[in-house]
């Protein structure tokens, strides 16, 4: 049986071509919307259903907001991870300008969920640590990335972190001779803007410059305009679409940000229920508290040297490096001379949640028989950190009870003293947020002692 008459080639045409949106409002709504002399009369009822009509065809199928929210975390990490990979060919840059890039990087791999691979070595001159790098990115840790950020986030994440990356690698491969290089990178910068949508405006002067051979400087200067540009068109300073409804339900970061596990799998401890075990989980909760209050302390100028001394001397112990104080953009947050003091706390929590404090329990976590470290670690932070933002974290109960409670038994710990912690972000009073921390300081010690 055919519902649907078949429409005469030329009234087709018709409706594309001969009367514009009109002619399609005509086909497509009801009569009662078109009485009245229909849509030629320019009435201001008319006027406002024509104006609905081309919202609706304007309205987008997807949140428009959080694709440009991933994208923009795709680029930051993976233009970041560029320069690094760029610092490394080179091999000119000191050891703090390489940790500040590499803290930037370790920050924001946890936007997209990812673990950056160790890097090339720097050992060798600078032609190996380029071949290094390409190996590195062809078919090495670096490619195995890329198709891990393309699974979880799909084919135009992936292409927006080729594009970053190869605009780093050209930095270092560029010739002005126009040799091979220069025109295989060209090619995959083409084809990865295409494949991530990135306008062909942007692209434009770089492969002029290629194409012409500009010297060395003007290309990098280049590769840089560039990188801005399509920062700015990632953050939608370019196009008037604007999401039609704003997105319910998202997390704002400090709730994102405490609910992301610091590691993807927790290594098993070989006892996991013994005293001991619970003896070295209280030591460790106790760790975590600790790096806490002193990131706190060093982000308002007050002395922590005691506690920081401690902190250094537990980390040597366990063979991992203590990181240093820095925050977002690997800035460091305890000169008090820079920024104001909310600022610095603000640096301070991110160096908590998504900085050196998760790296360090990462480190801790691998040492053999030592697994529990990591969460323990981490339940301390995050246990400090609820009781510092009660007013943010009371109104996300639902996730933060099912965070504590994964930490919980990840921990081994009894249901009562999950729920103790649970307690922290649901009591009002200042004081007695810091009492409950403090009890569940010396609870977990005890469990170890029975």
């Known amino acids: 049986m055919q519902l649907i008459p078949k429409l005469p080639f030329v009234f087709c ?32 009822a008319e006027k406002n259903k024509m104006d609905a009509f ?7 199928f997807y949140d428009v907001e959080a694709c440009r929210t991933q994208d923009r975390a795709v680029w930051a990490y993976g233009w970041n991870f560029a320069l690094l990979t760029a610092l490394q060919c080179t091999g000119k840059a000191s050891e703090e300008v390489m940790n500040k890039q590499i803290q930037a990087v370790r920050q924001l791999e946890r936007g997209l969920g990812v673990v950056t691979p160790d890097l090339f070595s720097r050992a060798g001159n600078k032609v190996q640590r380029t071949v290094a790098a390409v ?56 084809r990865s803007s295409l494949v991530a949508g990135i306008p062909d405006r942007l692209v434009d002067p770089l492969r ?46 400090l709730v994102r940000d405490f609910v992301t596990p610091f590691l993807k799998v927790y290594p098993k401890s070989k006892d996991p229920e013994s005293k001991n075990a619970f003896r070295f989980r209280g030591n460790m909760f106790s760790f975590g508290i600790d790096l806490s209050l002193v990131s706190f302390q060093r982000a308002q100028g007050k002395d922590a040297s005691a506690k920081l001394k ?52 990462r480190a801790m976590g ?3 028989g030592l697994g529990h470290a990591a969460a323990a670690v981490e339940l301390g932070i995050k246990a400090f950190l609820a009781s510092r ?34 307690g922290i972000y649901r009591e009002k009073d200042a004081r007695k947020r810091a009492g409950i921390v403090i009890g569940l300081m010396r609870e977990l010690k005890e469990m170890g002692a029975k």
């Open 389 to 422: 933002y009660q007013n943010v974290y009371k109104n996300h109960l639902d996730r933060m009870d099912r965070e504590f409670e994964r930490l919980g038994r990840k921990l081994y710990l009894p249901s009562r003293t999950i729920v103790k912690f649970q």
């Open 54 to 60: 081309n919202r609706a065809i304007a309205k987008p």
């Open 13 to 44: 045409l018709s409706l594309l071509f001969a009367g514009g949106e009109a002619s399609l409002a005509q086909a497509v709504l009801p009569q009662s919307v078109l009485a009245k002399g229909g849509l030629a009369q320019r009435g201001s």
């Open 366 to 368: 691998k040492r053999k």
């Open 208 to 253: 002029k410059g290629i194409q012409s051979r500009l010297p060395y400087k003007e290309v990098k200067n280049r590769v840089f305009s560039q990188a801005a540009k399509i920062k700015t068109f990632l953050r939608g300073k370019e196009t008037t679409l604007r999401p039609v409804v704003k997105s319910v339900g998202l997390l704002p970061a």
């Open 135 to 190: 190996l590195y990115f062809s078919k090495g840790p670096g490619y195995r990335l890329s198709r891990e950020i393309s699974k979880k986030l799909g084919y135009r994440s992936g292409a927006l972190f080729e594009f970053a990356i190869k605009s780093g690698l050209l930095m270092v491969l560029y010739s002005e001779k126009g040799d091979l290089s220069n025109q295989s990178l060209l090619k995959a910068l083409e």
């Open 310 to 361: 401690k902190l250094r001397a537990i980390s040597k112990v366990f063979g991992v490096k203590f990181p240093p104080f820095v925050g977002i953009g690997g800035k460091a947050f305890d000169d008090p001379r820079k920024g104001t003091g909310t600022m610095r706390s603000l640096q301070a929590t991110t160096f908590l949640l998504k900085g050196g404090a998760p790296q360090l329990a």
